[in-house]
């Protein structure tokens, strides 16, 4: 059986930011479980693996950050990382307070 990665969408955020808002929030929070609790994943990889366009990802990137569903934080190459804030924690999210304290 293929285990390839899905991304959930997380139904509160539709009516807020559209169906494809919701997705790119479910695709950062599906990296934010691997590794350090952050999405590494560049706006082209994201774009890539949802079917959409970069400005397209941008945009919805700064939506989320706006509404403080997500934080971005820079790494020591001065690249744009995210996190899931656990303040505002959807059903079904376990990121951890600790994570989203930390940004």
């Not at 479910?26 to 994201?46: F, I, K, N, P």
């Not at 959409?52 to 706006?66: A, K, M, P």
Request: glycine share 8%; net charge negative.
């Amino acid at each position: 059986m293929n285990k390839a990665p899905h991304t959930r969408i997380f139904d509160e955020l539709i009516p807020e930011f559209g169906l494809v808002g919701a997705a790119v929030y479910g695709v950062v929070w599906r990296y934010c479980q691997m590794r350090d609790g952050s999405c590494h994943a560049t706006h082209e990889t994201l774009s890539n693996e949802l079917g959409i366009g970069q400005s397209t990802v941008r945009r919805y990137i700064n939506e989320l950050r706006d509404a403080q569903y997500i934080a971005v934080i820079f790494d020591k190459a001065n690249s744009p990382n995210w996190m899931i804030l656990a303040e505002n924690q959807l059903s079904g999210d376990s990121t951890s307070k600790e994570e989203g304290a930390s940004r």
